[in-house]
């Protein structure tokens, strides 16, 4: 089997994205190790395209997740904890345990947001819009995989210990108009599930996820997708 060199710092092809695509399958095997030898370092831009296509075939995902938010211009930083749930590409759903209560959850029509932690009696209603980033933005691994194909320089920075999984980290820097300064993605050198991502958004806020204990193509009820505003709570429109 053939491996490919090791890219540290190499543009990807740009071009849109055709729908329905099909990578060309590179399968490459790591060769077996002694204790003294370390696993060879992979393409990037195979390592992206193994990783997108491995996403792309999931039917769900359920996943322990840790996130922090930090925002340097306001000296704040924001912890937040509990179970990750995603159904296709309009289904997601971030229960939060820590603070217990909040809520981030995408019914297939409508993105809802209540933190009653912070803003009790209040919540915030979006209209799910693929081209949207930010708060309204569902799918965002796939928006991650999608805007590394056309229009990010990636780099491959190494081999990094997540949770007790090795993974491999990625830099993406934007080459054209980007909502984000940088990316960064982990992804599980056996499984290819991405562990732990980082985005820094151009007013320098920083979202950092840990995806711990997954469990794709899981069974998930659409029940769990379902939001019902608390009675007497004002919605706003997002």
């Known amino acids: 089997m053939r491996q490919q060199p090791i890219d540290s710092t190499r543009h990807r092809a740009s071009g849109p994205l055709q729908a329905g695509a099909v990578f060309v399958t590179v399968l490459f095997s790591l060769p077996t190790l002694t204790p003294t030898q370390e696993a060879p370092s992979p393409d990037v831009d195979v390592l992206l395209e193994r990783a997108e296509e491995v996403y792309d075939g999931l039917e769900s995902m359920t996943a322990a997740f840790e996130q922090t938010i930090e925002i340097p211009l306001l000296a704040r930083k924001r912890d937040g904890a509990g179970t990750w749930y995603q159904k296709g590409a309009g289904r997601f759903k971030m229960d939060f345990s820590d603070p217990e209560g909040d809520v981030i959850v995408a019914d297939g029509r409508h993105l809802w947001l209540y933190y009653p932690s912070t803003h009790p009696g209040q919540v915030i209603r979006s209209a799910i819009d693929a081209n949207v980033t930010g708060a309204g933005m569902v799918d965002l691994q796939g928006r991650i995989f999608e805007e ?91």
């Not at 985005?199 to 320098?204: A, K, P, Q, T």
């Open 148 to 238: 590394a194909d056309t229009g990010y320089e990636a780099t491959l920075q190494g081999s990094e210990d997540v949770k007790g999984n090795a993974t491999w980290r990625i830099a993406l820097i934007p080459t054209d108009e980007s909502p984000y300064r940088s990316v960064r993605v982990w992804v599980d050198q056996e499984s290819y599930l991405v562990r732990r991502f980082e985005i820094v958004e151009e007013n320098e806020t920083i979202r950092t996820v840990i995806l711990d204990r997954l469990r794709p193509n899981e069974a998930i009820a659409d029940s769990v997708f379902e939001f019902v505003p608390p009675e007497g709570a004002d919605v706003f429109e997002g």
